[in-house]
């Protein structure tokens, strides 16, 4: 997934959904906390896969996601390509109304307008593009 969007969240917690991003996403995914502060949405196989690794840890580490599971939510476009975001979630990403939706290689994600605008001024760099580069063997 790629891609940059903005949209905002409705009065009743609704956010569209680009046409690209469900193409991608399909008829049914799973919206959880991201890293960062903002929520990630997870297509069917790839949450999948998550789970799967989830349920091969040990106990004793497993628990340690036990929040991003109780707050994970399934979700399903409505007809106008919206999702309903829990308020729990809203809160931890602080989400208000303006939110911009980004591609990410196998997920997409939701961040507050000003914390993404804050994200891309930090990280938009030709020095650090650079050192992930390097860092990744580009």
Request: proline residues 3%; without cysteine.
């Given at each position: 997934m790629t891609g940059t969007y903005?949209?905002?969240?409705?009065?009743?917690?609704r956010l569209f959904i680009p046409a690209k991003l469900r193409?991608?996403?399909g008829v049914t995914f799973?919206?959880?906390m991201g890293i960062d502060q903002c929520l990630a949405i997870y297509p069917q196989e790839t949450w999948a896969r998550f789970t799967e690794k989830f349920a091969s840890l040990p106990m004793?580490?497993?628990?340690?996601?036990?929040?991003l599971f109780a707050n994970a939510a399934r979700c399903e476009l409505d007809a106008q390509g919206r999702i309903?975001?829990?308020?729990?979630l809203r809160d931890y990403a602080k989400l208000?109304?303006?939110?911009?939706?980004i591609g990410?290689?196998?997920r997409a994600e939701i961040w507050s307008k000003q914390a993404w605008q804050e994200q891309e001024d930090e990280e938009m760099t030709p020095e650090k593009m650079s050192a992930v580069m390097a860092e990744l063997g580009f």
């Open positions: 903005e949209h905002n969240i409705d009065a009743k917690g193409e991608e996403l799973h919206l959880a004793s580490q497993s628990k340690s996601m036990r929040a309903v975001i829990p308020q729990k208000d109304k303006e939110t911009v939706i990410v290689n196998d």
